[in-house]
């Protein structure tokens, strides 16, 4: 069994900076990608930035310059800086994960169950 735990999410005023961080825990051989995904209401679940286990990123548009995702492998957890928020960065924020529970089964996707940020303008 598998579970992402996410925490830092919470209210802000527009300008300034959250910390999200996301820990896998439980029976896990290796994790390929550590991504965080938001969800704003009425729209679909879209990525937010993403990190390999060699440490390569990629950004969406809307966040990168203002966003940080970094990653630490021996702690199994990734983490979202996220400075100069926006009232528009306001959504559910979940951590996803792509790993191996074993040296011989296929990578499987995980999510975590979310945390809300709310930037007020």
């Known amino acids: 069994q598998v579970q992402l735990a996410e925490s830092g999410g919470g209210l802000v005023q527009a300008g300034g900076s959250l910390r999200l961080s996301c820990a896998a825990s439980?029976?896990?051989?290796?994790?390929?990608?550590m991504a965080w995904y938001r969800q704003a209401p009425g729209k679909e679940r879209a990525l937010v930035a993403a990190i390999i286990s060699t440490g390569v990123t990629n950004y969406s548009d809307s966040v990168k310059g203002r966003f940080t995702i970094s990653r630490d492998n021996a702690k199994n957890t990734v983490y979202l800086q996220m400075d100069s928020l926006k009232p528009e960065d306001t959504a559910v924020y979940y951590c996803q994960a792509t790993l191996k529970t074993g040296i011989l089964l296929r990578p499987r996707d995980y999510w975590g169950q979310g945390t809300q940020v709310t930037v007020s303008s």
């Open positions: 439980g029976s896990i051989f290796s994790i390929n990608t």
